[in-house]
């Protein structure tokens, strides 16, 4: 979740919402929401998460749509799974699966800031994966970064989740949107509506940032006109073993925003990117004082 302004600050350690999820601590707040680490008094103390929004700052539907959303999503890997969702007096509610750490948190415990080619074709893949299962249901993300990502060990493997949907929306009908941040896609920044590719296109950015490659040169030039070098010529930015997101960016960028693509030559990409490595196998990591490094 995006850190900004205005957390909810009624609930404290120990607290409870509804009369049922005693508050553990607070894991993060943004514009519309703020989210909850909790525990569920009906059902032997599981742990979940709360996000919570007052409903003086849900003038725009967001709650609605995340709903409409997250129920869709219901068994689908890779989502936050929803328990229950509810209104109070003054907030709107929805509880959910606690999906476990930052894909930035994870990222910071390594020295040099990256993830191993290996391991970050697998958590692009998953990610792709997440993307596509949401664009079926008819919803597109629109604020895919290192902060909606999370890594969660259960049982031996590594387990991959995109979170917040609080700035998603129906993928029709098409809408035009002024987001100019790092992880915008330059279609986006363009004036493009905003479509599935998008999604898609700021997945690989941060996947590019898991890998340590610097895409966007902006020391001389704005973030624009770097993105711009970039997509026009992708396989530059990367040294030979990473070719293959270089290939995944000239897919999507080719995709057209008003029809269904195909995905089959994004998953023959994957399955070929790396001799010897398969997207499919599990994220390599290990335990170190009990806290998951992911190489």
């Known amino acids: 979740m995006v850190f900004c302004r205005n957390p909810i600050s009624c609930y404290t350690k120990g607290t409870s919402i509804n009369n049922r999820y005693k508050v553990i601590t607070r894991i993060g707040y943004g514009s519309f929401a703020t989210a909850f680490k909790v525990q569920d008094s009906h059902d032997n103390d599981k742990v979940l998460v709360a996000k919570v929004a007052r409903k003086s700052d849900d003038v725009s539907g967001k709650y609605n749509m995340e709903v409409a959303a997250l129920t869709k999503l219901v068994g689908i890997k890779h989502w936050p799974q929803m328990m229950n969702h509810f209104e109070t007096v003054s907030y709107r509610v929805i509880i959910m699966s606690e999906e476990g750490e930052s894909l930035g948190n994870v990222l910071s415990r390594n020295n040099n800031g990256v993830f191993s080619n290996g391991n970050s074709l697998r958590v692009s893949y998953c990610l792709t994966k997440a993307l596509d299962s949401l664009h079926h249901v008819g919803y597109v993300h629109r604020d895919i970064n290192r902060d909606n990502i999370t890594m969660k060990q259960q049982g031996k493997e590594i387990v991959i989740t995109v979170i917040d949907l609080g700035n998603g929306s129906k993928s029709f009908p098409r809408q035009k949107c002024r987001f100019n941040s790092y992880p915008t896609s330059w279609h986006v920044m363009l004036g493009k509506e905003y479509c599935e590719r998008d999604d898609f296109v700021s997945g690989l950015y941060l996947i590019a940032e898991c890998l340590g490659a610097p895409i966007f040169n902006t020391k001389n030039k704005s973030l624009i006109d770097a993105k711009r ?64 490094v992911v190489q």
């Open 229 to 292: 070098e970039f997509h026009n010529n992708p396989s530059s930015f990367f040294p030979l073993e990473q070719r293959w997101m270089a290939k995944l960016i000239t897919i999507f960028d080719s995709m057209v925003f008003d029809k269904k693509t195909d995905l089959s030559p994004i998953w023959n990409s994957y399955a070929t990117a790396i001799p010897r490595v398969s997207p499919l196998s599990p994220i390599e990591y290990e335990k170190i004082n009990d806290v998951v």
